[in-house]
């Protein structure tokens, strides 16, 4: 009997998409202190009439994070409530009223509240993205669908530093809210709701979906898969998924992925990025260095998803983090050549070179794959809750490192302070080599059995 050929649906893709344009304007919250705070580190074109504090810069760049963890907690449960669709819509809203105060604001408390509501969008985004990705999806797309948005947070990170310098600080608002204010509609018209969700409330609409997801009309098979995991959902706490080996091996990995992606100076480079480039003086505009590093992490950022579910997910992790460690030493090498003599010579290339390593291996692996990983390893009755936590634990570490960035650089210097980034990676890799496991192309069931072995 010929093999059935079954046919590429695109509606998945385009359902997918829509969604990730909410990851697209997180990204441009997480490079939003670049260009503003360089417009309040000057008088001109300033809306609170004064120069800002080395503390106050401080507090913008990391006060999302609060509202982040508001939002991982806040929307796991909502979303498993109410349905994924719904949330997706609702997180919109926070960011819209966030870039009008931030149009009206005059003092600082006002655009502290701002980037506290921004903040909430994006905690709720990444925990409600990565559920929905990871339901909609099948197994020989989930990396291609999953990695995607890593395309969608670096356009979101290049545009705010392109729009920054071209803009005043009032129109840099303006058309930043016109992307939350044009999603709402979209997901509304065009994204379904997740089959796990309508499955224990209108298995027929359950069904409905999966089919139009599909293409395809014999989907009882995975719509019975659907059904078994929905009815252990009530059956499963919190308490659990720590006394459980597979499950308590997930969140290891999970957590770890995280821990480590932001102890290698994610968040840092990101957020400080006009700043970093600021201590480098060659003879680069500061703003110009973030613009390059960041329009390469945008254009790689298209290879991750295309190679994710060839090349797997353990081997791309692998190579992200080796070439992360190799970024960060030799960026801290210059910098100690730098401050420790009056001529670097050669050298004076190496801090761009280096951020160029760091970042193409940060897009084909530390940065997208944890999100994919954390997507595939935990069943529906824990993923909301297993979610929240690497999210929770994400927010925690990024407040931690963009608040004490400016302390221990000013402290130790910012080249041991990269060399402590190298040392992180190093770590990175021994986890990654030796506790992670490789999900590519497995079923739950399969993920599942590895974990527990």
């Known amino acids: 009997m010929d093999k059935q050929i079954i046919p590429v649906n695109y509606y998945v893709y385009l359902a997918v998409f829509i969604v990730h344009i909410g990851a697209l304007i997180s990204g441009i919250s997480m490079t939003w202190p670049s260009p503003v705070i360089t417009k309040l580190s000057r008088l ?10 080395s503390t106050e810069q401080s507090i913008l760049g990391a006060i999302p994070t609060i509202g982040c963890l508001i939002g991982c907690f806040a929307t796991g449960y909502l979303a498993k409530k109410y349905g994924r669709k719904p949330l997706l819509i609702l997180l919109e809203i926070p960011t819209v009223i966030a870039y009008f105060v931030m149009c009206l604001s005059t003092n600082i408390w006002e655009l502290y509240a701002a980037r506290t509501l921004t903040g909430l969008t994006v905690g709720g985004v990444f925990t409600v993205n990565t559920m929905y990705v990871a339901e909609v999806a099948e197994n020989s797309n989930r990396g291609l669908l999953g990695t995607a948005v890593t395309c969608f947070i670096n356009f979101g990170l290049l545009f705010s530093l392109l729009l920054g310098p071209l803009t005043s600080y009032l129109w840099f608002h303006i058309i930043l809210s016109a992307f939350p204010i044009l999603l709402i509609p979209l ?13 224990k409330r209108d298995p ?10 599909r ?30 080996k597979g499950l308590r091996k997930g969140i290891i990995i999970g957590c770890g992925l995280i821990l480590f992606q932001q102890l290698t100076g994610t968040a840092v480079i990101m957020s400080y990025g006009e700043q970093i480039f600021a201590e480098i003086d060659e003879g680069t505009p500061s703003a110009v260095g973030p613009v390059i590093i960041t329009g390469i ?15 797997g997910r353990k081997i791309l992790l692998l190579i992200s983090y080796v070439g992360i460690t190799v970024a960060h030493v030799l960026f801290g090498i210059y910098f100690v050549m730098r401050y420790g003599s009056e001529s670097i010579g050669f050298f004076s290339y190496l801090p761009l070179a280096s951020l160029i390593i760091y970042i193409i291996t940060y897009s084909l692996g530390s940065g997208p794959i944890p999100w994919t990983v954390i997507g595939e390893i935990f069943p529906l009755e824990v993923k909301e809750s297993a979610t929240s936590i690497c999210v929770t634990l994400l927010n925690v ?11 221990v650089k000013d402290s130790i210097g910012i080249g041991p302070t990269f060399w402590i980034f190298s040392a992180f990676g190093l770590l990175a890799t021994l986890f990654v080599q030796y506790y992670v496991i490789e999900t590519k192309g497995k079923s739950l069931q399969e993920i599942q059995n590895e974990l527990n072995d």
Do not use: C, H, W
Request: glycine share 4%.
């Open 44 to 53: 001109d074109d300033n809306p609170l009439g004064r120069i800002i504090t």
């Open 204 to 213: 027929t609409k359950a069904k409905a979906v999966l089919m139009k997801l």
């Open 215 to 244: 293409g395809r009309a014999d989907v009882e098979t995975e719509l019975d898969i659907i059904a078994q995991s929905s009815n252990t959902e009530t059956k499963i706490r919190i308490q659990y998924m720590f006394g459980n």
């Open 187 to 199: 997901i509304y018209l065009y994204v379904p709701e997740s089959p796990y969700y309508l499955i």
């Open 297 to 311: 992490q945008f254009l790689v950022g298209f290879v991750a998803p295309l190679v994710s579910d060839k090349a």
């Open 397 to 407: 570490l990024a407040f931690i490192m963009l608040l004490t960035f400016n302390f």
